[in-house]
């Protein structure tokens, strides 16, 4: 997007606020705070929502002096896994927040509705502007009697990789492997309840897990792949699903948030969040059926024509800064 963006004349300058959100330590929201009131006036800024959603007072300071417009990609609080009393502190903390923005920029329209419905953001100061997709030849899948199923996501309570070994353990019979891609760095108890999970049923010489690999090493695997798998419990646009449609891979998920938006019905079979005797149910058809596999692989080519591109994408984001800032 800051390539696509330079491209079209803007000036886009990166600032790294720290890492730990939206749980920093002390020392750096005040760093962060600091860095974004030293930014000269009256220049754009957008924050995204994991910093700006935690960090109300200074979003007020910056909003007297900047157009200010939060990225969103979803709403803090429906993260998995974390309690009610941290769930309700980040829904209040956000809430503020979004309060003193100029506008906000979503990946999604479910996104935009739940910042209308629930934070109390109004539709006028809401823009759309789904990630882009590059374009990419069809994954011809495995040739070795083998359905080779791939997920993508980091290793967070959210991403569901808890139903998605559940439901595998119950599919033993079938010829599948799984491989596991993502960041294994951002939370070491998601990381080690995974690992356990695998151990414990018995699924360590049939699911892999690299954590992050390289660009070139991800496309070998979508090639390789016959079925994209990802339980997400929510999910604010899906990129990962995108990513598979653009591959031309049949999708097992959830409509967890934005997912039904992203993956049309004839590409995927989806489930409810956390299901996991529907999601084993409909991996036991899409793995043990290879006309059906085709037929969504089909529809999600056909998806993946929809999909926006890069370039279209920052023009709607750069509209958005136009007409927000």
């Known amino acids: 997007m800051i390539a696509e963006l330079g ?8 600032l790294n606020l720290g890492e730990g959100f939206p749980w920093p330590s002390p020392a750096t929201r005040e760093t962060a705070s600091n860095q974004l009131r030293a930014i000269p006036a009256g220049r754009p800024v957008v924050v995204d929502g994991l910093a700006l959603g935690v960090l109300p007072e200074a979003a007020a300071q910056i909003a007297g002096h900047h157009p200010l417009l939060a ?17 309700g502190q980040l829904r209040a903390s956000e809430r503020a ?6 506008g906000v920029i979503v990946t999604s329209a479910e996104t935009a509705r739940l910042l209308t419905a629930d934070y109390g953001v109004p539709a006028a100061r809401i823009a ?14 495995s040739q070795d009697g083998i359905v080779r199923l791939l997920s993508v996501g980091a290793v967070v309570p959210r991403k569901g990789f808890d139903v998605l070994i559940a439901a595998l353990a119950t599919l ?8 596991i891609v993502g ?11 995974l690992d356990a999970d695998i151990a414990r049923h018995g699924l360590t010489d049939r699911v892999v897990t690299p954590g992050v690999v390289s660009p070139s090493h991800l496309a070998k695997l979508y090639a390789e792949a016959d079925i994209f798998a990802l339980a997400s419990y929510f999910e604010g646009y899906g990129m990962a699903y995108a990513e598979a449609l653009a591959h031309g891979l049949p999708v097992v998920g959830t409509n967890g948030g934005a997912i039904p938006d992203t993956v049309p019905s004839d590409a995927g079979l989806l489930v409810e969040p956390g299901d996991i005797a529907g999601l084993a149910e409909a991996l036991r058809r899409v793995i043990g ?10 529809a999600a080519r056909t998806a993946a024509e929809q999909l926006p591109t890069w ?15």
């Open 289 to 298: 059926d290879a006309a059906l596999r085709q037929r969504l692989a089909g």
């Open 128 to 141: 759309v502007a789904r990630p882009g997709s590059d374009p990419v030849a069809p994954a011809p899948g």
């Open 71 to 87: 990225l969103v990609h979803h709403p803090l609080a429906m993260e998995s896994g974390l309690s009610v009393a941290r769930a």
């Open 311 to 325: 370039p279209h994408s920052a023009a709607i984001f750069a509209r958005a800064l136009e007409r927000l800032a």
């Open 172 to 179: 033993t019979e079938l010829p599948w492997q799984l491989m």
């Open 7 to 14: 491209d079209l004349g803007w000036q886009v300058d990166v």
């Open 183 to 193: 960041d294994r760095t951002r939370d070491s108890h998601a990381v080690m309840r």
């Open 97 to 102: 927040a979004l309060a003193t923005v100029h």
